[in-house]
């Protein structure tokens, strides 16, 4: 792809005319086995501006003659904006030459992490969910929660009905109503429900986009042949499932990173529910067949999640030759 002599900016509308979730999908499953190891992507820069803002720095590079970008994602979060009426995170991913160095385009980090994070998802389901899934439990009605939905119904068109459960029961009806309405997926119902305890026996697939320190799917509840897909923790005190479902099914991660920051793992490894070897493996090693995915119509499967600058870096690469080859920008 040749440079751009100057450096474009990529608005959130040229973004979202774009990217959609079953290119981005696609994209993941073609180009992750052949680049990951050739790009590099050092711990995350944290810097604390405030006793409650901080600024993360997040920098990835290839050196894959396919993948000639550098990749910087910036990200500030305010968490005190809720009371002003903004969002309290907001980013922006810078994307240079690999070559010469020169900045080539600057999009929206927020929206880039939103479609690659839900898209990561989804390429896992397609592998790891049984073929004829039909119903998809969503936990969670934030940002992040409609662009999972997307996903899933992309990579699993067998699926008919999607269940929204949230705390605040508002923002699940508003979320299935604005879906209902898109008339996107054509045949899939959107409904909420209250009752976690009710829906979660229904899923064969659950995706969990929350915050929570407290379990919220219980393994017991798991049906068979059910696939539990965990986006929300990244911190040891975080998590969204218990020892049981752990514990009940066959665990995959999209990262070694994984293994050292989500909650659920962390937590399960010091109490000895399973070991690190326990682990299936990751996604790249599911995608080149390395290792074996699900066994059976029965078997559970868990996919963990924490993201990382390598898919920032395919998802801007996507974003950004896209916008060059069609003029999208």
Request: with cysteine; net charge neutral; charged share 20%.
């Amino acid at each position: 792809m040749a440079s751009n002599p100057n450096p474009i900016f990529i608005s959130s509308d040229s973004l979202h005319s774009i990217l959609s979730h079953s290119t981005l999908i696609q994209h993941f499953h073609s180009s992750l086995p052949t680049v990951s190891s050739a790009i590099n992507t050092p711990i995350r820069q944290h810097y604390s501006l405030s006793p409650s803002s901080s600024l993360l720095l997040m920098p990835s590079w290839s050196s894959a003659p396919s993948l000639p970008y550098i990749g910087v994602k910036l990200v500030t979060h305010f968490p005190q904006n809720s009371t002003i009426n903004l969002p309290g995170i907001h980013a922006n991913y810078v994307l240079f030459s690999s070559t010469t160095g020169q900045p080539l385009a600057s999009m929206d980090g927020t929206l880039l992490t939103l479609h690659r994070t839900a898209s990561v998802s989804g390429l896992a389901s397609k592998i790891l969910a049984k073929k004829n899934s039909k119903i998809l439990i969503m936990i969670g009605a934030g940002a992040l929660a409609p662009h999972l939905i997307k996903a899933h119904l992309s990579s699993n068109p067998s699926l008919q009905k999607v269940i929204i459960w949230n705390r605040t029961i508002k923002k699940a009806i508003d979320l299935a109503g604005t879906l209902q309405k898109s008339n996107e997926f054509k045949g899939v119902s959107f409904e909420t429900n209250e009752s976690l305890d009710e829906i979660v026996p229904l899923g064969d697939i659950i995706s969990c986009a929350t915050n929570s320190e407290t379990p919220l799917v219980k393994g017991e509840g798991l049906k068979h042949g059910a696939h539990l897909d965990l986006v929300g923790s990244f911190r040891e005190t975080m998590k969204e499932c218990d020892d049981e479902a752990i514990k009940r099914g066959r665990v995959y991660v999209d990262n070694e990173a994984a293994l050292v920051e989500a909650g659920e793992l962390v937590g399960a490894f010091e109490r000895g529910v399973i070991g690190k070897g326990d682990v299936g493996g990751n996604l790249v090693e599911l995608i080149e067949g390395k290792k074996v995915g699900r066994k059976d119509c029965d078997e559970i499967t868990v996919f963990k999640s924490v993201g990382s600058g390598v898919v920032d870096l395919l998802a801007a690469q996507l974003v950004y030759e896209t916008c060059m080859k069609k003029n999208k920008c």
